[in-house]
Structure formats: C-alpha cells, structure tokens
C-alpha cells in the first residue's frame, strides 16, 4: 500500500543544511491503522507531508499504491494525491464561505466529478460521519468535533487508498476526541481504510494497533516491524 | 475531464462574487470609470465623425471651391461666359459658378446691418442647393438690375429694423445704392467647403457688382462635379483651364480631412484609454494578490485535495477576469449614457458606436489577464506545506 525506502528531508536554513529526517523505511499494508508519535521536532509531521506528496523527499522513493512517485510531474502528483490520498489537518481546513456539503464536495471537483454525483457522494460520506442533517450549514455554525466530522467526511468523499490525518484530535476535547478515534477504527474495520495518524495523544496512540515512534529523524520503535511485514516490505 | 474542471472552477468562481470584499468593488470601480471614460470618447468621437459627414452629404461630396492660391493677378482674367463654356464642354463638370466676395451694410430705418455680400453667377444658388422661401432666383436677363436676394437672417434682422416685415419688391439700401429685393431664402446649414453663411448674406447678380461699388474681380469659383468619383478628373481639368498655380479644395479632401482628425483623436483615445486600463490594471493586481497572501491556507488545502498548479492558476485568473468583466461592462453602461447625453445637449442625433461593445469586451479580457496573471502564476507556485502552514 504505502511504502517509502530510505526517505531523507533536508532544508536549506539560515544556520547551514538541517536534516529533518534521515534515511528513514516504513511500509504500510493496506488496512493497517497506524498512529505516529513522538516529540516535536521528530519529523513526524513532515514524515507525513512526504507520504501525502505534499512535499519532496531530498533523497528516498515513496510508492503510494501502483504508482511510483519520485518521478511524476507535479501535475500528476496533484493528480495521485486527489485519487489516492485523504487529508485530514488539526486545525481542520473548512473554506469558510462554503457550507458543508461544498466543502466536502471540493475533492471531487478537482476529479471532473458532475455537479450531481457530487452531491450524491457528499450526502452518503456527511451520512457516514452522522452529519447527514447539516449539509447547508457553514463551518462557524458547527461545533470542533462536526467540523472536524465535515473534514473526514471531505476526506473519505473521494474514497482514498490511504488516510493521513495530523494530530486530528489536538483542537477538541477528550469526548469529540473519542468519537473522531471511534470513527477511524469503525472505517478502518469496516471498510480497511488504511490510516496514518500523527498524534500526541497517548490514549488516542493506544487505540492503533500500530505505533511508530519518531525521534530525531527516525524512526525509533514500531511495533509491527515484525517479520511477516518486512517481508511484505521485500 | 479537463475541461469539466475548468467549467467547475468558473462556476465556483462565478459563485464566490457574492462574497466579493469592499477592495475588490473598488477594483471594480477603478475599471469601470477607465472603460467609461474610453466608451463615452469612442461614442462622441463616432458620433462627432457622423455629424460631419451628414452636413458633407447635405452639400454634397461632388463639390470643389477653387480659390486664386498664388495664380498672378487672382482671377481677373476669368469671366461668367468663360467659366460656363468650360463646364459646358467637360462631361466631368456639371455646374460652374463664379462669386465676388463684397462687404455689405444694410441701412434700415432704424439700425444698420452688417451683412456678407456676395456678387453670384446664374448657378451659384444651385450648386449650394439653396432654396427660396419666396420670390426668384437670378436669371440670365437681368442682367446688371439691381436686385438682391437676402438671406434669412438677414431678411428677419431688416424686418425688424422697419415698420414692417420685408416683402417681395421691397427697395432696401446697401451701401448707397438703393436695390430691390426679388427673393428671400430659407435657412441652410453653413456651407463647409465654401465657407458660405447664406443665412447673414445678401446676393447681387454678378453683372450687377458695380452696384455695391466693386470690382468685377471673381474671388471665388464653385464647382459641382457630375459624381464624386469625378473629382480627379475634373481637378486636372480645372488646373489645364485656370492654371496650376489655384488652390482647389473638394469636399473628399475636407472629409479625408476630418478622417485623420478623428484618427488622430481615435490616437489620443487609445493613449487615455491605456493609461485608466493601467491604473484600473494595476488596481485588479493589488487586489489579487492581497487575496493571494489572504487565501495561502485556503490554496495549500485545495492543493492537499487534488488542485493542478494550471486549477489554482485558472481560478485567481477567473476571478481576476469576472472583476475585471462586470468594471466594463458598468463601464460600458456608464460611458454610453455619458455619451448619450452628450449628444443631447450637443443636438446630435445619437448613434451607438459599433466598436463599443467589441473595444469594452477586449479590454475587460486584456486587463483580466494581464493584471491578473501574475498573482494567478505566484497562487499556483506556492508551496503546499508552507501554504498550509501560514495563518
């Protein structure tokens, strides 16, 4: 499903070259639900904006399916990105000015999806994430937990081979916490939606069969670097 | 595909004009008055050139004023019988006249009145296509009488100098000589070519220009062409005849004359009209990229969710051409009711310029893409992560 083989990510800085992340493997099979810790500054968010092709490794492949992405234009990435990646962001990401279910129609926009297939797919994902009542409501009128609800719902709509999701629970509280984690685990064992979370929460983190741990740019401990995976891996 | 996502990023942005901020209006506005003040020129200019060319059409575009220019001795040498044998024998040449340019001051009982006075051969009433409210015009008998036909100005400003309105047979007094009035004219527009106010004269028959105490020396000769496109012909016949050395002006030359002034004023309207589309321009790309710098998080989401660098260009370009549009067109409204009402008050007959709708259309277009391309192109390279980032 996901697999990137020895990922480096240097930047230029005023103080010389820092080295974010370095040399770093990880393969994910499909179905996995993965969360990703570690102290700031590990690299684990920009672990995950190489895996959503959001950003270029400096050195490293990343393959994210059938597609091999170091060599694709950046119209194709953005292309690969809309078909296979969904995002989901702390701060959730909502377009004001749209209601709900534009918002959550967005993605498939950028896919040439019609006006009313659109809106067909929008109103059965905001029906799997229990928000099928407020489609014409805007994002201000909606609590943390719905609009972060409206955002999963955004990233599930184009049906994506793999979910990243950026500590999706540091913006609310324990309970909508939970239930955003409960949806998550439902998709992942319902449907095998693949899931890569970056997340602070030890709670949060204990509810994912696997866990990586990050630190300084590597990966420091992962739970599932068993050997039937590494084999997978090969 | 790619065109269902052009088609949905247009009707996206078509839809966000609603939430249209305070400096976009005024972007809007800036745009508006530029193609307004460029319409409303393009309509008076139009219309300017139309009036011209109507008065041209009255007189006719077959008419040629030959005047001495630097022939020795003017025209003393010509007279009446030799003009009218010359026109007789070109086919090109229809009508002839000859005229002496003479002061003329009315005397009335009351006031005195200064009039032009003109000394006119058997056509020259024709060639000017003037007409009689009453009375006649000249004819080949009378020879040297003093008879005068009066203008219609004139005839009001004698009548109401004296007890009674001017009658047919009426003696009234130019100079010191004392002559009979056998025609009153209707007014007529003033002649262009000739420079003739028939209106503020008094004619006498040219035999008769002793009677105003001058000389029989023709100051001027009207020609009427038998087709405008005689005019070369009949030009070269005219310089063989009376000499090279006479300044010949024809209606063509005065209208190719009035062509260039409105090419120069078309000139001067297209630098003013580049100078509002730059600063209405400049505006538009102030605006959008202040909404660049504003939407960078709303930019790297929509790139997160699939957005092509050509998707985020098309859209900031859209939305610089939808502002861009609605400025011209309220422009184009604006500028044609200026112009409307310019031609009101001028007396003109208003006629909408055909270029208006083309010209607002291109600009609206030029701006939009001009101005609008470079925040477009900095929207569609910013960096997704660092987009994302940014609050």
Known sequence: MLTLSNISKHYQSRNGITCVLNNVNLHLAEGELCALTGASGSGKTTLLNLTGLLDKPTKGSIRIGNFETTKLSTDEIATVRNRCVGFVFQSFHLLPHFTTMQNVCLPLMYRGVSLSERRELAQSALAQVGLGELETRYPDELSGGQRQRVAIARALVSKPSILLADEPTGNLDSRCADEIMSLFTRFNERDGLTVLMVTHDQTIAARCPRRIVMRDGGITDDNFSSPHVLKTVR | ?391
């Open chain 2, 1 to 391: 595909m790619a065109d269902s996502i052009f088609l949905e990023i247009l009707r996206e942005s078509a839809g966000n004009i609603r939430s249209m901020k305070a400096r976009s209006v005024m972007a809007l506005i800036g745009i508006a008055i530029g193609t307004a003040a460029v319409i409303a020129m393009l309509h008076v200019g139009y219309n300017a050139r139309l009036t011209a060319l109507q008065q041209f059409e009255k007189m006719g575009t077959d008419l040629a004023n030959v005047l001495p220019g630097t022939r020795q001795n003017g025209f003393t040498d010509l007279t009446e019988a030799r003009l009218n044998e010359f026109a007789l024998s070109h086919a090109s040449i229809t009508e002839i006249a000859a005229a002496i340019r003479i002061n003329a001051e009315i005397t009335t009982l009351r006031t005195k009145i200064s009039a032009v006075g003109f000394a006119v051969s058997d056509r020259f009433l024709s060639i000017l296509r003037a007409h009689l409210d009453n009375g006649r015009v000249f004819s080949p008998l009378d020879q040297d009488a003093p008879y005068v036909i009066i203008g219609s100005k004139v005839a009001m400003k004698i009548s109401a100098g004296s007890t009674s309105p001017i009658a047919l047979g009426d003696q009234i007094q130019i100079g010191d000589k004392i002559l009979t009035t056998i025609g009153v004219l209707k007014p007529s527009p003033a002649n262009l070519i000739f420079r003739i106010d028939l209106d503020n004269a008094v004619l006498v028959p040219i035999k008769g220009a002793r009677h105003l105490g001058v000389t029989q020396e023709i100051s001027a000769i009207l020609v009427r062409f038998s087709g405008a496109e005689d005019s070369a012909e009949a030009t070269k016949l005219i310089y063989q005849e009376i000499g090279s050395e006479v300044s010949i002006q024809t209606a063509q030359q005065l209208i190719a004359g009035v062509e260039e002034q409105m090419r120069i004023y078309s000139s001067l309207l297209l630098a003013i009209g580049s100078v509002s589309l730059v600063v209405g321009g400049v505006g538009i790309m102030n605006v959008m990229l202040m909404n660049v710098v504003e939407r960078r998080q709303e930019i790297g989401l929509r790139q997160a969710l699939g957005a092509r660098r050509k998707d985020i260009r098309n859209m900031f370009l859209i939305e610089a051409l939808i502002v861009s549009g609605i400025g011209s067109a309220v422009g184009i409204v604006i500028g044609f009711l200026a112009a409307w009402a310019f031609a009101q008050m001028s007396g003109w007959q208003f006629t909408p310029s055909p270029f208006a709708l083309p010209l607002g259309a291109f600009m609206a277009a030029t701006v939009g893409l001009f101005f609008g391309s470079f925040p477009a192109m900095r929207a569609s390279k910013l960096d997704p992560v660092a987009a994302l980032r940014s609050i």
